[in-house]
C-alpha cells in the first residue's frame, strides 16, 4: 500500500522560534499534497494544497507567510511554522494523493506541535 | 462554499449494537470516500464510492451512495471494540484538482 511519512511526530518549540514539518511519501509518486490541522477531538482543517514545483494554494484565512510550504519533489513537502506561538499548538497532518490512485489521500502519522 | 454535513457528532453503543453515520451534501458529488482516525491516530482510507447507488461492503461495514450522489453512509453491524474512533465521510466535487471536502467526522464509542 502507499505509505506517506511524516516527521518529527512530536515537537517542543519555544514562542517566536520556526518549526518545520516534513512529508514523505515513501513509494508512490505524490503529485498533490495536502495540509490539515486538527484540533483535539475535532475534524480536519485544511490549510493548504501544493504540487509539485508550483506555489500552494492556501485555504481561505491561513496565512500564507506563517505557514510555508515547500513541495520540491515528487516525494517530498515541508510545512514549515514560523514565528510560532502558542496558539499555533495544534496536530498537524499531511496528506498525498498520487499517480496511479484513483482519487484517495494517505496521510502521514501527523506532528504535534506544543508551542510554549 | 461546499459543505458536507455528517451526523451524529458522537455515539456510544454497547458491543454488538449496530451503528450509522450518515453524510449530506446540498450539491452532487463526483464521488464520496470514508476515512477512519483510530484515537491517537491518523485518518486511514477505507473505501470510495463513485456511482449512484452503489453499495459496498467490507465484513461488516457497509458503505452506500445515495442514487442523487448527494448523500452516503456507513453502517457497522454487531459492533466491536475495535471499531472505536472518528469515521470521516469526504467528498469531491466537480473534478480536476478541487480538493476533498471532510466532514466533521463521527466519533463512535463501543462500551464492552
Known amino acids: 500500500g502507499a505509505v506517506v511519512s511524516q516527521h518529527p511526530s512530536r515537537v517542543i518549540c519555544k514562542s517566536g522560534t520556526s518549526v518545520k514539518i516534513e512529508c514523505r511519501s515513501l513509494d508512490f509518486q505524490a503529485t498533490t499534497m495536502f495540509w490539515y490541522r486538527q484540533f483535539p477531538k475535532q475534524s480536519l482543517m485544511l490549510m493548504a494544497t501544493s504540487n509539485e514545483g508550483s506555489k500552494a494554494t492556501y485555504e481561505q484565512g491561513v496565512e500564507k507567510d506563517k505557514f510555508l510550504i515547500n513541495h520540491a519533489s515528487l516525494t517530498l513537502s515541508t510545512l514549515t511554522v514560523t514565528s510560532a506561538h502558542p496558539e499555533d499548538s495544534s496536530f498537524y497532518i499531511c496528506s498525498a494523493s498520487g499517480i496511479g490512485f484513483t482519487g484517495e489521500l494517505f496521510f502521514g502519522e501527523g506532528s504535534r506541535l506544543t508551542v510554549l | 462554499g461546499q459543505q458536507v454535513m455528517q451526523i451524529p457528532q458522537y455515539q456510544h453503543v454497547q458491543e454488538g449494537e449496530d451503528f450509522t453515520t450518515y453524510c449530506n451534501s446540498s450539491?452532487?458529488?463526483?464521488?464520496i470516500q470514508w476515512y477512519k482516525q483510530r484515537p491517537g491516530g491518523h485518518p486511514v482510507f477505507l473505501i470510495q464510492?463513485?456511482?449512484?447507488?452503489e453499495v459496498k461492503k467490507q465484513k461488516r461495514l457497509t458503505f452506500q451512495f445515495g442514487e442523487a450522489k448527494k448523500n452516503s453512509s456507513l453502517h457497522i453491524t454487531a459492533t466491536q471494540t475495535t471499531d472505536v474512533g472518528t469515521y470521516f465521510c469526504a467528498g469531491y466535487f466537480g473534478s480536476g484538482n478541487t480538493p476533498l471536502v471532510f466532514g466533521k467526522g463521527t466519533r463512535l464509542s463501543v462500551i464492552a
Open positions: 464510492l463513485v456511482k449512484s447507488g
Open positions: 450539491t452532487t458529488l463526483s464521488n
